[in-house]
């Protein structure tokens, strides 16, 4: 059973930093695309950024790019986002979620986790 | 600034058949963009229903369809069940980037 589960969501001050983790099992990692995705509070989805399996391939939506860094650790079967220099509109809750074979033809971002709520506030 | 639009709420009836759309601000939504929907409960994770435009997942209820319909992608939802009653997004790839729409909010009534 494929599993995702996200943690080190909390609340934080404008302008500080967070680390999120994704831990994952039931398949094999290491040959997935993954994804993180936000949502803030009463508000739709939004799509923070990918990862391919070697990190060679990453990209970021405009809203995070040069604040975040998506990572990952094979041997740990384990996704990362770090999140800086935050702002109150990084509230939301982040999820993780796993997308398409890495060498495969299926553009799809289909299990995702419960998600972590980040809240930026003084 | 890509804006991805699907329609801000739909209403249907118990066994009717309605369909949400997802348009691109670039102009006409093509296998390119591989479309993909999702459904979200309150409190809930959005699970997937579509991907690569019309492909299911093996959770995905048959009378759920996706397609490209007039420069859009579409979902299409055959014979509503009262558990439809959820909020919809679609999703697109621009080459570098996914974007969401904003979400359909699908009440059954």
């Known amino acids: 059973e494929v599993q995702l589960v996200e943690s080190g969501g909390g609340l934080v001050q404008p302008g500080g930093s967070l680390r999120l983790s994704c831990a994952a099992s039931?398949?094999?990692?290491?040959?997935?695309?993954m994804h993180w995705v936000r949502q803030a509070p009463g508000k739709g989805l939004v799509w923070v950024s990918h990862?391919?399996?070697?990190?060679?391939?990453?990209t970021y939506a405009d809203s995070v790019k040069g604040r975040f860094t998506i990572s990952r650790d094979n041997a740990k079967n384990t996704l990362y986002l770090e999140m800086n220099s935050l702002r109150a509109e990084d509230t939301a809750v982040y999820y993780c979620?796993?997308?398409?074979?890495?060498?495969?033809?299926?553009?799809?971002?289909?299990?995702w986790g419960r998600g972590t709520l980040v809240t930026v506030s003084s | 600034q890509t804006v991805v639009t699907q329609e801000p709420s739909l209403t249907v009836s118990p066994g009717g058949t309605v369909t949400l759309t997802c348009a691109s601000s670039?102009?006409?939504?093509?296998?390119?963009?591989?479309p993909n929907w999702f459904q979200q409960k309150p409190g809930q994770a959005p699970r997937s229903l579509i991907y690569?435009?019309?492909n299911k997942q093996s959770w995905t209820p048959a009378r759920l369809s996706g397609s490209l319909l007039g420069g859009k992608a579409a979902l299409t939802l055959l014979g509503v069940q009262p558990e439809d009653e959820a909020e919809y997004y679609c999703?697109?790839?621009?080459?570098?980037?996914?974007?969401f729409g904003g979400g359909t909010k699908l009440t059954v009534l």
């Open positions: 979620a796993r997308g398409g074979r890495v060498t495969g033809t299926s553009w799809t971002i289909d299990y």
């Open positions: 039931g398949f094999t990692f290491s040959t997935y695309w």
């Open positions: 990862v391919n399996n070697d990190e060679e391939r990453i």
């Open positions: 670039t102009g006409a939504v093509t296998s390119g963009f591989h």
């Open positions: 690569d435009t019309s």
């Open positions: 999703l697109l790839w621009y080459g570098g980037v996914w974007v």
